[in-house]
């Protein structure tokens, strides 16, 4: 039997995998959740290779669902890009604390992991469908990248990403831009983030043009990028396990994306006793922890730009289960939050969530103090988002000194170079394979904000 899904709000039809990779966001605006959750032994994961780990558990979600050697493949297929051996390797910092490197990636980000297996999943399950998508998708940087590397060269898509022109980062610009494959379309918005945001959730809204297109999104909260982050948790809990009665992580945190699938991972059987939120001076989620209220404050940058968020919207996943599956009262939270930018979760429920959760955060002086520390002391150079969470599981440590804290470094150094030079004094460099990466063809167009300009670019241009 086949895992079902059901939506955190409980007005849209239960759907099969498949349907939910399609659809994203459930039709009565909730997420999809499973029903069931498969269980893992960890004595099988324990001495497997990080690609045997995904297949494993990627393949207990998908039995029935596709043949388990065709995903054994698409996973070694995944993975072979990424230019480390281990893929997430475990570095030991200093006493119980270790850093798990998601940065070996294509993009050199954590969101590699998901988006290189949501890029192939989907165009197995097109294939087999015989259907052509759309994708579209808006990037303040990171996510734009790490998309088009997962969709590049696949047959059965289009991806068009939109970035604000002139807004983002050299590096991230270009590493959208030097994808040279057909099916890759990128539009430099002459506007901020949220206008291209508004775009793309204006098309989604024009019903028309969105069946015309076959559009979809690979954003934060499609399930199949869960499914996939729920492996490194597995797999890392399992490698020290022996060594440690008592395991947390450390997760720098912004849609709760990465952190939600901590949660999953420990229900289904990994060694995880404490999952530790990490935040930067956008402490939405901390005061959350702190006092129960869920309120919505202007975004400002920090040096920590993909935590940078007003609303995590993965959250929505964990207050299902601390509300013990009642999607009325998750439907209306979320309506209250939606009309007032704030919501006051429970005493009981914030009580359970605390039992397994903290919260901590990290100001951009903290997050300066925290690299140079780490570079000084323990000649480790992280980035600004890596070091938020290496902050909180220094503090986490302080009252739980037993307990071995896995810090997740989501992203590489390289990847924000002046904020590491400024913290450490070290220029980092990128890896090898992305040392030509100033010298590569960019390949993008400059577009009006003005939404029939863009649709009539994608309609010119889809292959
Ligand atoms: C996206 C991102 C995060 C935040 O992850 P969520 O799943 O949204 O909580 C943290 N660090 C980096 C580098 C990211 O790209």
Same mark, same amino acid.
């Given at each position: 039997?086949?895992?079902?899904?059901?939506?955190?709000?409980?007005?849209?039809?239960?759907?099969?995998?498949?349907?939910? *990779?399609?659809?994203?966001?459930?039709?009565?605006?909730?997420?999809?959740?499973?029903?069931?959750?498969?269980?893992?032994?960890?004595?099988?994961?324990?001495?497997?290779?990080?690609?045997?780990?995904?297949?494993?558990? $990627?393949?207990?979600?998908? %039995?029935?669902?596709?043949?388990?050697?065709?995903? &054994?493949?698409?996973?070694?297929?995944?993975? =072979?890009?990424?230019?480390?051996?281990?893929?997430?390797?475990?570095?030991?910092?200093?006493?119980?604390?270790?850093?798990?490197?998601?940065?070996?990636?294509?993009?050199?980000?954590? /969101?590699?992991?998901?988006?290189?297996?949501?890029?192939?999943?989907?165009?197995?399950?097109?294939?087999?469908? &015989?259907?052509?998508?759309?994708?579209?998708?808006?990037?303040?940087?990171?996510?734009?990248?790490?998309?088009?590397?997962?969709?590049?060269?696949?047959?059965?898509?289009?991806?068009?990403?939109?970035?604000?022109?002139?807004?983002?980062?050299?590096?991230?610009?270009?590493?959208?831009?030097?994808?040279?494959?057909?099916?890759?379309?990128?539009?430099?918005? /002459?506007?901020?983030?949220?206008?291209?945001?508004?775009?793309? %959730?204006?098309?989604?809204?024009?019903?028309?043009?969105?069946? =015309?297109?076959?559009?979809?999104?690979?954003?934060?909260?499609?399930?199949?990028?869960?499914?996939?982050?729920?492996?490194?948790?597995?797999?890392?809990?399992?490698?020290?396990?022996?060594?440690?009665?008592?395991?947390?992580?450390?997760?720098?945190?912004?849609?709760?994306? &990465?952190?939600?699938?901590?949660?999953?991972?420990?229900?289904?059987?990994?060694?995880?006793?404490?999952?530790?939120?990490?935040?930067?001076?956008?402490?939405?989620?901390?005061?959350?922890?702190?006092?129960?209220?869920?309120?919505?404050?202007?975004?400002?940058?920090?040096?920590?730009?993909?935590?940078?968020?007003?609303?995590?919207?993965?959250?929505?996943?964990?207050?299902?289960?601390?509300?013990?599956?009642?999607?009325? =009262?998750?439907?209306?939270?979320?309506?209250?939050?939606?009309?007032?930018?704030?919501?006051?979760?429970?005493?009981?429920?914030?009580?359970?969530?605390?039992?397994?959760?903290?919260?901590? =955060?990290?100001?951009?002086?903290?997050?300066?103090?925290?690299?140079?520390?780490?570079?000084?002391?323990?000649?480790?150079?992280?980035?600004?988002?890596?070091?938020?969470?290496?902050?909180?599981?220094?503090?986490?440590?302080?009252?739980?000194?037993?307990?071995?804290? $896995?810090?997740?470094?989501?992203?590489?150094?390289? %990847?924000?170079?002046?904020?590491?030079?400024?913290?450490?004094?070290?220029?980092?460099? *990128?890896?090898?394979?992305?040392?030509?990466?100033?010298?590569?063809?960019?390949?993008?167009?400059?577009?009006?904000?003005?939404?029939?300009?863009?649709? %009539?670019?994608?309609?010119?241009?889809?292959?």
């Amino acid at each position: 039997m086949s895992i079902k899904y059901v939506s955190t709000r409980g007005k849209a039809p239960d759907l099969e995998f498949e349907d939910v *990779l399609l659809a994203g966001l459930a039709s009565d605006g909730g997420l999809y959740v499973p029903e069931t959750l498969p269980e893992i032994d960890l004595n099988a994961v324990m001495v497997k290779s990080y690609v045997e780990t995904a297949q494993i558990v $990627i393949g207990a979600f998908l %039995k029935d669902v596709i043949d388990q050697s065709d995903l &054994n493949q698409i996973i070694e297929n995944c993975y =072979r890009s990424f230019d480390h051996a281990e893929v997430a390797p475990i570095v030991h910092l200093h006493d119980n604390i270790y850093v798990l490197e998601q940065f070996h990636g294509p993009t050199l980000a954590f /969101k590699d992991f998901a988006l290189q297996f949501l890029g192939r999943i989907f165009d197995a399950v097109l294939e087999k469908r &015989n259907q052509h998508i759309t994708i579209v998708g808006a990037t303040s940087g990171d996510t734009g990248s790490a998309a088009i590397e997962g969709c590049r060269g696949r047959e059965n898509m289009d991806i068009f990403i939109l970035h604000p022109h002139g807004r983002v980062s050299d590096v991230q610009r270009r590493q959208m831009t030097t994808v040279n494959d057909g099916n890759v379309h990128n539009i430099a918005l /002459k506007g901020s983030f949220d206008d291209c945001q508004d775009l793309v %959730k204006a098309m989604f809204n024009d019903q028309p043009f969105r069946q =015309r297109i076959n559009m979809s999104a690979v954003n934060s909260i499609n399930w199949a990028r869960i499914m996939a982050q729920i492996v490194y948790y597995i797999y890392a809990s399992a490698k020290l396990a022996d060594k440690y009665d008592q395991i947390a992580f450390s997760v720098p945190t912004g849609n709760f994306g &990465n952190i939600y699938a901590g949660y999953l991972a420990r229900k289904m059987g990994a060694p995880i006793d404490h999952l530790i939120v990490a935040t930067n001076r956008n402490d939405i989620l901390y005061r959350f922890f702190d006092q129960g209220d869920m309120k919505a404050e202007e975004v400002v940058p920090s040096l920590s730009p993909s935590m940078d968020i007003q609303i995590s919207s993965n959250f929505e996943r964990l207050l299902y289960d601390l509300y013990d599956q009642s999607a009325g =009262r998750v439907e209306q939270d979320m309506q209250g939050f939606r009309k007032n930018g704030s919501f006051r979760m429970d005493q009981s429920a914030l009580n359970k969530m605390k039992e397994l959760f903290s919260a901590y =955060r990290c100001d951009d002086d903290m997050t300066q103090t925290v690299i140079k520390e780490a570079f000084d002391k323990y000649n480790y150079l992280m980035d600004p988002h890596s070091a938020t969470g290496v902050h909180a599981a220094e503090l986490f440590s302080n009252d739980h000194k037993q307990a071995a804290v $896995i810090c997740m470094a989501t992203a590489h150094p390289a %990847k924000f170079p002046d904020a590491v030079k400024a913290a450490s004094g070290i220029h980092p460099e *990128l890896p090898e394979y992305l040392s030509d990466l100033f010298k590569r063809t960019e390949r993008y167009d400059i577009l009006e904000n003005d939404i029939d300009v863009v649709k %009539k670019y994608i309609l010119d241009h889809i292959e």
